[in-house]
């Protein structure tokens, strides 16, 4: 199978489902802009080569927006990545597992620049979303929690609020694997976990939801942009979106740890 292909049957055996959710869009400073709740609906032919989404955003009962798309996989399967209507430099980048990430490829001058990474964990999606302004300024970042088994959720909490700190030093251990921009995925190594990024802005978000990220990104200067999950007290996962001093997109790292 082609690394095109294999990159979109990541997606479809992965994401396919009904995800009942709850988006919170928090500022640059950690206070809650807005939250709703939310509804991604995936459905596809019997080849699963053609994918029909519907985006619902729930504030009331009689106030909820929508967005859809179509994608197929001749069109949007691409050999440097999924091909998302929305923007021509968004592309997705999908591990076997269905963690991932939707992110614009290329830092430009003057244009708004944003990334989303995808954590799975049985029934469950949670999703952090990145986003700088047009002057390369952290503008606000999000936190979508998801479960494919309905609203409410028996795992997540209807917390809004970030926390001050989380202690996320311990033994941990685990194993890391990466996917290029161009579709290729490292064999599994040995993973040390490191925590602390210099000139990183972090948040501590709640249900063990975790972002650090650059408060400015810049051509000229590489980057990455980290989020973490704790999914509870053993398990935890890590993704990390690398970006060159050109700001073009390089890899997505997955790291899963347990504690020993």
Not at 15 to 24: A, K, N, S, V
Not at 100 to 120: C, D, G, N, P, V
Not at 162 to 167: A, G, K, N, T, V
Request: net charge negative; with cysteine; hydrophobic share 35%.
């Amino acid at each position: 199978m082609d690394l095109k292909t294999q990159n979109w049957k990541n997606f479809t055996d992965q994401h396919l489902y009904d995800w009942h959710g709850i988006w919170t869009r928090y500022t640059p400073t950690g206070e809650v802009q807005e939250s709703f709740r939310s509804l991604r609906h995936f459905e596809s032919n019997v080849e699963k080569t053609e994918i029909y989404q519907l985006n619902q955003y729930i504030y009331a009962e009689d106030n909820v927006k929508e967005e859809q798309w179509n994608f197929n996989q001749t069109e949007n399967g691409l050999s440097d990545g999924m091909f998302h209507p929305q923007a021509e430099l968004m592309r997705g980048y999908f591990f076997p597992s269905g963690h991932s990430i939707w992110a614009t490829t290329q830092l430009k001058s003057e244009a708004y620049f944003a990334m989303e990474l995808f954590f799975r964990y049985q029934s469950l999606r949670h999703s952090v979303g990145i986003v700088y302004d047009h002057q390369g300024n952290l503008f606000r970042t999000a936190n979508i929690r998801e479960d494919s088994t309905g609203y409410p959720s028996s795992y997540w909490s209807q917390d809004l609020g970030q926390l001050s700190q989380r202690d996320l030093q311990k033994n941990w251990q685990g194993t890391s694997i990466t996917i290029t921009a161009d579709l290729e995925i490292s064999e599994p190594v040995i993973a040390e976990f490191n925590w602390g990024w210099e000139a990183h802005k972090t948040f501590f978000l709640p249900d063990g939801v975790s972002i650090s990220c650059p408060e400015k990104v810049t051509i000229g200067t590489s980057f990455d942009c980290v989020v973490n999950w704790l999914i509870n007290e053993t398990q935890m996962q890590q993704l990390i979106s690398s970006y060159d001093a050109s700001g073009k997109f390089q890899s997505l790292t997955l790291q899963r740890y347990e504690l020993k």
